[in-house]
């Protein structure tokens, strides 16, 4: 089946500073990959929607300056939380589709990031 | 638009004892369903989907769903579950022809020995 990676699994920082999360799909092309914030005990809220080569589309509410998508190969789509504050801590899964995979997402196994 | 409604937020069952997870969605358009699974600090894995055709849909691990159109329902159930099931389980749609998946809240099962 599809296999999807994310890097890092946890990530500790410093109010301030900025961390970028790193989504790739191992086996197949993903022409689209979904970023995603996860609170304790809630579903999946969509941040942002990517496409190779293009910039990524964002859902109401979410700081485009804030949350930095790159989705610069069909392998590859990054998350970068600049200036973090202990308020961005939290789950951030991604997912992709693509190809004949076009009509199903496959997750990544989610980064938890904590912000001291 | 799409919406999904997750009827229970919690279901404490005992082991070996059916289950059902309820799931209703709305939808102006033909959507796909999806019901997937997530462990504790886990990603989301896939458990079953309907994209078309059979109405009951399977899992290998003896979960299925049932698309039922009139009734905008997609109830998960298993007919005897076991501690390793202890999980949260989300139902999903996505427009056919379309990409954005709308996830409901979520059901926390918990099974007891």
């Known amino acids: 089946g599809a296999v999807v990676s994310q890097h890092p699994s946890w990530v500790i920082c410093k109010s301030g500073t900025s961390v970028k999360i790193e989504c790739r799909s191992l086996?197949?092309?993903?022409?689209?990959m979904f970023w995603y914030r996860q609170f304790p005990k809630q579903s999946l809220m969509l941040m942002a929607t990517?496409?190779?080569?293009?910039?990524?589309?964002?859902e109401q509410g979410v700081e485009k300056d804030k949350f930095l998508i790159n989705h610069a190969s069909l392998t590859l789509s990054t998350l970068t939380v600049t200036s973090a504050h202990p308020e961005d801590s939290s789950f951030y899964i991604c997912?992709?589709?693509?190809?004949?995979?076009?009509?199903?997402?496959?997750f990544g196994p989610g980064t938890r990031l904590t912000v001291l | 638009a799409q919406s999904v409604t997750q009827l229970d937020s919690q279901v404490p069952v005992f082991e070996e004892a059916p289950v059902e997870l309820r799931c209703n969605y709305s939808s102006s358009v033909s959507v796909y369903l999806f019901w997937y699974v997530q462990y504790p600090n886990q990603g989301l894995q896939l458990l079953l989907k309907?994209?078309?055709?059979?109405?009951l849909v399977e899992s290998i691990n003896g979960f299925e769903a049932e698309f039922n159109k009139s009734q905008t329902s997609f109830h998960l159930r298993k007919p005897s579950v076991h501690i390793s099931d202890t999980a949260e389980y989300f139902c999903a749609v996505s427009p056919t022809g379309g990409f954005k998946t709308i996830f409901g809240a979520g059901t926390r099962l918990f099974v007891k020995a």
């Open positions: 997912s992709a589709s693509g190809g004949h995979l076009y009509n199903e997402q496959f």
């Open positions: 309907y994209l078309s055709g059979s109405t």
């Open positions: 990517s496409n190779e080569g293009s910039k990524a589309t964002y």
């Open positions: 086996d197949f092309q993903a022409t689209t």
